[in-house]
């Protein structure tokens, strides 16, 4: 069965670090991938998404994501953080066309949330 | 260029009513997806409708049902509501062709009592 795991709960990192948000799939074929943020009360909005080429892809707001496709993950990372960033994270998946798994739906893990302190 | 709207914002019903949710896509979308945001729950999604059909559903029961009409907008339909119907209920929507991404709404949030 396909699915998406993002194993942190919540991920705590100060501003102007570094910050990573965790997220592995399982699909099979080659899938594609995408970043969600989602503020409080709000809808989800896109931030970024690997369908082919460079592994690592570059979304709003200055987040990028790295695809490995032998630890099957898709990691979201900034190289700085704000406290504006802080808020929920949603990973996606949705199997590749002329599979029989793709149903036209995004296959999303439970939310990552990101706490930006100052 | 107007993103993906949905109405109400909130809405509060008794269980067994049945309730109308309206999502209205961006510009130029064809495809329009429901999905339900309850607590715990993640996201699950519900149905996908495109040019008009539907093409998938989720794994809920009947008594959710929707329809696209022939300007791409949508409704989905809740009848005989249960206390576990209580979410957000999100609409998005995708560009005919290549893209992928979906674009959400800002969602409905229905409380049952």
């Known amino acids: 069965a396909q699915s998406v795991a993002q194993p942190e709960d919540q991920v705590n990192v100060a501003e102007g670090n570094p910050l990573t948000v965790k997220c592995t799939y399982s699909v099979s074929g080659n899938p594609y991938l995408f970043w969600y943020v989602q503020y409080p009360n709000r809808g989800l909005q896109f931030l970024l998404k690997y369908i082919t080429g460079d592994n690592l892809v570059k979304g709003s707001y200055g987040f990028e994501a790295e695809f490995n496709k032998s630890q099957t993950s898709f990691h979201l990372k900034k190289p700085s953080a704000l406290v504006s960033d802080s808020a929920l994270y949603f990973c996606a998946v949705r199997p590749p066309l002329g599979s029989s798994s793709n149903t036209g739906k995004l296959i999303f893990g439970q939310g990552t949330t990101l706490q930006v302190k100052p | 260029e107007a993103g993906v709207t949905q109405s109400p914002t909130h809405l509060i019903k008794t269980r067994g009513q049945q309730v109308t949710l309206r999502c209205s896509p961006i510009?130029?979308?064809?495809?329009v997806y429901w999905y339900q945001q309850a607590l715990g729950l993640g996201l699950q999604f519900l149905l996908w409708?495109?040019?008009?059909?539907?093409?998938n559903r989720g794994n809920f029961p009947p008594r959710f049902s929707g329809r696209q009409f022939p300007n791409y907008s949508s409704e989905l339909n809740v009848n005989a509501l249960e206390l576990e119907d209580s979410a957000l209920y999100l609409c998005?929507?995708?560009?005919?062709?290549?893209?992928?991404?979906?674009?959400f709404g800002p969602g409905t949030r229905l409380t049952v009592t």
């Open positions: 998005a929507s995708r560009r005919p062709g290549g893209g992928y991404e979906q674009y």
């Open positions: 409708y495109d040019e008009g059909e539907e093409r």
């Open positions: 510009s130029g979308h064809t495809s």
